[in-house]
Every structure is written in C-alpha cells, then in structure tokens.
C-alpha cells in the first residue's frame, strides 16, 4: 500500500518530517487525520432570527375566559404553538419527560397588586371588553355583590404563575346566571403575563341567551398587574447563565425554536431534553427564552435550542421593526464530567501537546503498553476546540487498549437517570488500519455499549445510565494503528 504521508504532515512540525519514509504518522507527532469530517464550524448553525420573527407575526396565542369552560378549572398544560416555523398545537405533557415542576410558593397580597386600567361605569350604554392575550390559565368567578377585587388578587394568588388579573362583569351569559353554581356575573380570569387596556379585545356580542335577552356584553373590566415579578425557579439540571435581558442570543450551535404559550423555563427545559440531537453538534446544551413584544402587546414565548453554550456576549438581538425582545435569560445544562471537552490541557502558547493524564482525566496503559490513552492539545483532533482524547498507542509502538476515565468519581444524584453523551471519531488512519477500532463504554464497571464502527468520521453517541452516586465512567479501546478519538463528553441529567 502507497501512501502519501508528506501530505498527512504537519507544517508546524518539521523537525518530525522525514521525507524518505511512507509510513503512517502516528499521533504523538502531530499526523493529521486522514479525514476530520464532522467537526463543528461555528460559523454555521447561528439562530435563523428572520424565521423567529416572522412566526411571531403570524402565531395567534391570545386567549381569556370566553369559552364555555366552567370556572376555577386548572391551568392548562403549556401548549407548544409553533415549532422551527411551523405553526402547531401540540400539548407539552406528551412530549415531556414530565419534568417535574418546582412550584413557587410565594403569596402575595392585594397591596401587592397595582391597578393597571379601569374600566367603564355600569350605566345601561356603557360597554367595555375584556383581555384577550397570552399567556391565558384560567378564570373564577367571585362575589358580585361587590366589585370584589380583594378575591380576584386572592385567586391570582393561589394560581401557579398568575401574574395579571382581569376583572369584569359580563352579562346575558346564562351559564353565569343560571348553570354555574357560583350564581354571579364577576368574572376574573388570571394570566401568567401582564397585559394592559389596549388589548380589551373581547367586546362581548354573543346570543347565548334566546332572545329577547339580548347579546354578550361586558363592563367595569379593570386590570391588576403583580408589581413584583418573581424569578422563575431554574430547572433541575440547569444553571441560570444570564437575564433578565433585553436581548436574545444570536449565537452558534443553534437546533431551531419553539413557541410556547407561556415564559415556562420548565417547559423550555423539557423540549432542550428531548430535542433529537444535531448530527455534527449533538445534544442540546443551552436554551434561550424570551418573550416577544409586538407593538407594544406580548405576544410569543420563545424558546431557542443550542448544542453550543451560549452567554450574554451573543444575546445581541434585541428586536426587529415593531417586534421587541424582553425577559431574555438563557440556561446551561449542567454535565457532570469535569472538562467534557479537553480544554482544560492547554500547553501555554504551543498549539501542540500530549499527555497520559491532568487534573481533570487520568489515561492509563496496560502493561508494557505506552500511551495507549492519552489527551492533545491539538485543534485537528478535537471535535470543538483544541482538546480531544486518543485511544490507542500515541507512538503507535504497540496495538493495546487503553483506559481513560475522568480523575475524580462523578458528583451524581443516586438513583437518578443520566444521559451520557460524546462524540467518537476513527478516521484517523486509512480505511483499513481503522478496521478493528472499538471502544467500550463501562459505567461503573460494567460495560454499558462497545463500539466497533471501523473507519468513522466524527459521530455522536448516547447512552441512557442510571447513577449510583460516585459513578465511575470510563472508555476502553483503541488497537494502533486503529485509533479512536473523543471529545465532548457530557453526562446530563435526565429529568423523569
Ligand atoms: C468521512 O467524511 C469524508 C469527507 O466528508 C467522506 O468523504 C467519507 O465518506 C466519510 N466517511 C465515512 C465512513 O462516513
Ligand atoms: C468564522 O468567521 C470568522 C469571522 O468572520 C473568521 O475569522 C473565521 O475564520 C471563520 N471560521 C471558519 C472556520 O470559517
Ligand atoms: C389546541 O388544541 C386544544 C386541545 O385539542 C384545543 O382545545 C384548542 O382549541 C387548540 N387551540 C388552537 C389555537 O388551535
Ligand atoms: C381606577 O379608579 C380608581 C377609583 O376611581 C382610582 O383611584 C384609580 O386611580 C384608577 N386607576 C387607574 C389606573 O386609572
Ligand atoms: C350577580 O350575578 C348574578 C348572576 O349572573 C346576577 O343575576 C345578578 O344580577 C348579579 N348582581 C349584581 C349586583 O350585579
Ligand atoms: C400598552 O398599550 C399601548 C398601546 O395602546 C402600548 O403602546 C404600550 O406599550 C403598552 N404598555 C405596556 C406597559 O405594555
């Protein structure tokens, strides 16, 4: 077999150079791979912003207390309403892992409540409307032999997420005046967004009474808006990376969005769990909420998906035309392995370096192997950045496994479910000095998945574990010349 080895050589390295010889170059000389498709180019996948935006335009998540539903019924679940542009309807509780809500327990008081808008007199004309916007839960109906304000604040209170009340009378409603058992005509229907007098869409102007009584009316609507907005609860496996903002993140590593009917950091959670991975990123890592404000009127809640993290230096996009960007945060899932990615062995300014182990992974040959398990620094082995892991001898002196595995046992929950995720790459050597590269997976000492793709550009890989607490992980393989690279390793809470 003839190769043309020159080629494979590092410029960066020419003491190493030996033009005579056609034979492989083995990693701890700097060769470079014979194929490094499937790295990550950060330049592409940044957040398509335009087709955000106009789904926004079109989406319609306005709702209030017009149905025919009977009063004090639950939330209901959050609703995705759109999904990478397409306009859907999709209940979230089926698509989740049932991400267990962390329910806020904060309870306020009337004088916490500011009166945003009031509403007409109850003269014979007067007419007035009712909310119609986003973000709607539900409705009560309270004692009308007051304009009882007291027990609307009350009932948002005792509402997961109310943050606005709407109250009103409405009148020729027989379920009102007749079937409910309440008996009274004051509605007040609760929202998890603030909403003001602009958006009194819902004039009434229903026969649902046989005539001579006369249509749906409305009057005395008011609105009553928390004055303190309480920061929503960060969900399990993540960390809170930056917000409230004004701004969205315009960043790369973007899987697509979502439009949910309500600023649910749970339910944004949910979707980054579950959404499928990107073949040349992965998982997804971070999130982006935020709602969007639409001259003046809310009007979606978004959810952008990362398989990058993302920080406040990207959440530049603050809005377009009449759209705004408001209560921007964005969150990280956490991973439980230190250094996933093999970034933290740098080698000062050298843009090249190897070693058995550091402070976050130990690489361990069996006997009379040498460097069978090792780290680089070396951006033409890595995934993503400048750090990857090699399994197999770095000098190519023997064909002996190694072991790697990170320095200190994992900080896991016993008993909860973890998804171990990593990218795996043998395209080092030809097709057919690749032949035999495997890894094996072990999770505290059991083999959980073995590898054998031969030749392979960069691939993603997950695995399901379930955690002790103390979890040893550790990856086996590598048979020189058929090395196998690692890089992006991450174990992720699976919330369920
Ligand atoms: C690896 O990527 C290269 C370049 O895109 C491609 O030509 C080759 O077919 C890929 N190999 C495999 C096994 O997918
Ligand atoms: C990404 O874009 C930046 C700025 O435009 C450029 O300097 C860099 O070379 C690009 N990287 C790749 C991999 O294309
Ligand atoms: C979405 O689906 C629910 C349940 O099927 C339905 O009650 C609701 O009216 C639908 N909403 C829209 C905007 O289509
Ligand atoms: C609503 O009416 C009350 C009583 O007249 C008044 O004190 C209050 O300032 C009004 N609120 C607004 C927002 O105008
Ligand atoms: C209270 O509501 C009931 C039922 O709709 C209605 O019959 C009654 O006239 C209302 N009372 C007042 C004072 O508005
Ligand atoms: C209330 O509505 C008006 C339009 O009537 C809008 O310009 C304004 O921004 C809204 N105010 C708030 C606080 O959202």
Redesign the pocket.
């Given at each position: 077999m003839v190769r043309l080895c020159t080629e494979r050589l590092l410029a960066l390295l020419p003491f190493f150079i030996s033009l005579g010889e056609c034979s492989l170059v083995y990693p701890a000389f700097g060769g470079i791979p014979a194929?490094i498709?499937?790295t990550v180019d950060h330049n592409e996948s940044l957040t398509d912003s335009s087709v955000i935006i106009s789904t926004a335009h079109v989406v319609d998540q306005k709702g209030g207390a017009t149905e025919d539903f009977p009063p004090n019924l639950p939330p209901p679940p959050v609703r995705v309403t759109a999904l990478d542009g397409d306009l859907t309807n999709i209940t979230l509780e089926t698509m989740t892992l049932a991400g267990k809500r962390q329910t806020s327990s904060t309870r306020r008081f009337a004088t916490d409540y500011v009166n945003l808008f009031n509403g007409t007199g109850t003269g014979p004309s007067d007419r007035d409307g009712s909310i119609e916007g986003t973000a709607y839960l539900t409705y009560t109906v309270v004692d009308n032999s007051t304009y009882n304000i007291e027990a609307c604040l009350d009932f948002c209170d005792q509402v997961e997420q109310c943050v606005f009340a709407n109250l009103y009378y409405e009148f020729n409603n027989p379920l009102l005046d007749w079937v409910f058992s309440e008996g009274s005509n004051l509605k007040c229907a609760v929202y998890a967004d603030i909403h003001n007098a602009s958006e009194k869409l819902n004039r009434g102007g229903q026969q649902l009474e046989p005539p001579p009584a006369g249509l749906t009316f409305i009057q005395e609507s008011s609105g009553w808006a928390a004055k303190s907005l309480v920061d929503p609860n960060t969900p399990d496996g993540y960390e809170l990376v930056f917000g409230p903002t004004n701004g969205a993140n315009d960043a790369p590593g973007y899987m697509g969005f979502a439009f949910i009917d309500r600023y649910d950091v749970q339910a944004c959670a949910d979707l980054c769990n579950t959404r499928d991975p990107d073949s040349q990123g992965g998982g997804c890592q971070f999130f982006n909420i935020w709602r969007a404000v639409v001259n003046g009127v809310p009007t979606t809640y978004t959810c952008s998906m990362y398989f990058l993290v993302a920080d406040e230096s990207t959440a530049v996009n603050f809005g377009q035309g009449d759209l705004i960007v408001t209560q921007s945060r964005g969150y990280r899932r956490k991973s439980v392995v230190p250094d996933g990615s093999f970034e933290g062995f740098t080698c000062g300014d050298d843009l090249f370096c190897f070693t058995s182990s550091y402070s976050a992974w130990e690489g361990i040959s069996p006997p009379y192997g040498n460097f069978d398990a090792s780290i680089f620094h070396f951006a033409p082995y890595a995934h993503t950045g400048t750090g990857a892991a090699l399994l197999g001898s770095a000098y190519g002196e023997d064909d002996l496994p190694g072991t790697l595995m990170p320095s200190s046992k994992l900080q896991t929950e016993a008993g909860k479910t973890y998804t171990l995720q990593f990218f795996h790459n043998s395209?080092y050597s030809s097709?057919e000095d690749e032949a035999d590269a495997f890894v094996k997976v072990d999770w505290n000492g059991v083999d959980i998945a073995t590898i054998r793709p031969?030749?392979?550009?960069w691939t993603f890989y997950s695995f399901d574990v379930i955690a002790q607490g103390n979890d040893v992980l550790q990856f086996h393989g590598g048979k020189a010349p058929a090395f196998s690279f690692i890089d992006d390793v991450n174990l992720f809470l699976t919330v369920g």
């Open positions: 194929s498709a499937g395209a097709i031969g030749f392979s550009n």
